[in-house]
């Protein structure tokens, strides 16, 4: 099966050193439920029986990340939820374990609706053990992955319909430091802090819009080349520093 642009864009062509699984099927769906029970328990995380409905309904609402051996590091979830419950989520009277397949819609609902929900999970917690010196430069291509698959997944899967909207409603939920540090890199703005509402979890909005996809992928994908200095600049610089030695 051809891989859909977004995550070409990532990795057609290179090297890979993560997978991204699309559309998720019921077994990744439970792989990714124990990586949410580990790093954040079972009473705040969406139920089970939901993330396997989600594919079902929307086929762009989970998409899993895997390492190079098939292990999932984690995922990432972009659906929408019918009106009255995402309101009542929103002001803070509900949470993911009170998601239910039936509060799910389809891509061209969410469409209809104009809003999204978002959650980035990354699990980093063996990437030093095993990364070593590159940890840190691990941690970064593989934060550069989300951004690129989760706004390449909001282009194709919400802005394709030939919809007359311009700009969806984004509201997203903090979850690992990968996923929080997407999430900024995006343009997500804290909206509340998590005091008032019942999970205690920071929430995060963006109106994003179809032309704004397009320049957050231009400079992920293709960032500006710093500007290379000539060699006779190079040189004298070296004669400079020879002659300062003397």
Known sequence: MKLPSFIESVFGGRKRRFSVQFPATAEDAEKYYEVLAELFGQDIIPPLSFLRAVPKVNPYGLIIINDIDGKVLGGIE?????????????AGEKMDSDFRAHHLLDP???VADGRLYCAITIDESGFEAVYGREYTKKIREIRDHLLVVTVGAIKEGYFSHGAAR????IYAIEGTLGGKATLKQIGFKEISDGAKRKDQRPLYHLDLSRNEVDRILERTLNPPKRPERNSSAKSQDIKVRRAGKR
């Open 166 to 169: 311009e700009t969806l409603s």
């Open 78 to 90: 972009l659906y929408g939820l019918k009106h009255d419950f995402l309101d009542d989520y929103l």
């Open 108 to 110: 061209e609902r969410v």
